[in-house]
């Protein structure tokens, strides 16, 4: 609901007298800004994975920002986060994947007209700390490079995981799919997506370029050659039984501002 002159204290009406001038997404983040001491609350966030290296930055300067709260669950697969919504998991605010958001709105579970696109996100090749870094240069570089290895590894593609999947459909195009298929772990747990590649247990592991960058045990080999990238747009969406959608929504707002979008840059995202 929007404020009107007639339900606001002396600040808040300087704010939506300046809120006027701007931008929807950032008129919204600074009347709620202005009105967290009345109105503080608590929203749930549902979100992959990927994002987490991000939130770990911007939902504390929201907090403090607005005096709202922000409990996030990051820790699954866009696939996981999806079929959690899809189930009736009661939150405020998910964000996966475009497609996903899309698919929700029409079963009812995301509020109709409330996707937001935030940023896309490539898939990145890492090794292990110090390890010699295989040639991925180029497709044909990268398709060698992935003969050559010992073992690589992803997470397991039956939760949802966009690289995993979309990985196997690469290495079939690419024409090496029964070659990779031995060699090939699919990480059951997810703590071992890392881990194992960092222990050496796997030679080359596969991930989203901002989960890599987070982690120091591992080294970024680089994303994927050009023509064989491929990025998942992580669009939000305002969740239909949510009890808190206009902080959940000023929230959004917020990640749309430049100051959160040069974070989201820095972790990897485009």
């Given amino acids: 609901m929007l404020f009107t002159p007639f339900h ?32 503080a609350a608590d929203i749930r966030l549902l979100a992959g994975s990927a994002l987490e290296p991000v939130m770990q930055v911007l939902i504390p300067r929201f907090e403090q920002s607005t005096g ?3 409990s996030a ?16 998991e009661a939150a405020d605010l998910v964000i996966v994947s475009g497609e996903q958001i899309d698919a929700l709105e029409r ?27 295989p040639d991925i240069g180029t497709v044909e570089a990268f398709k060698q490079s992935m003969l050559a290895a010992k073992s690589i590894g992803y997470n397991d593609p039956a939760a949802g995981a966009p690289v995993s999947i979309y990985l196997i459909g690469a290495f079939e195009r690419l024409g090496i799919s029964s070659a990779m298929t031995p060699k090939t772990v699919a990480f059951k747990q997810r703590s071992e997506r890392f881990a194992a590649v960092a222990r050496g247990d796997v030679e ?28 998942t747009l992580f669009s939000s969406g305002l969740v239909a039984n949510g009890q808190q959608l206009g902080v959940a929504r000023a929230f959004v707002a917020f990640l749309a501002s ?12 485009e």
């Fill in 8 to 39: 606001m204290g002396p600040g808040l009406r300087i704010a939506a007298c300046i809120a006027a001038t701007l931008p929807n997404a950032a008129a919204g983040f600074l009347l709620v800004s202005s009105s967290h001491l009345a109105i």
């Fill in 68 to 70: 709202h709260r922000v």
């Fill in 204 to 231: 080359i592991g596969f991930n989203q370029m901002s989960e890599i960058l987070a982690v120091p045990s591992v080294d970024l080999v680089g994303p994927l050659p050009a023509a064989l990238q491929n990025y």
């Fill in 258 to 269: 430049p100051a959160s979008v040069t974070v989201i840059k820095e972790k990897g995202f």
């Fill in 107 to 133: 079963q009812g579970k995301v509020v109709r007209g409330s996707r937001a696109d935030l940023a896309k996100l490539g898939v990145g090749v890492f090794v292990r700390k110090g390890a010699s870094k």
């Fill in 73 to 88: 669950d990051l820790d699954g697969a866009i696939g996981q986060m999806t079929r959690r919504i899809e189930a009736g």
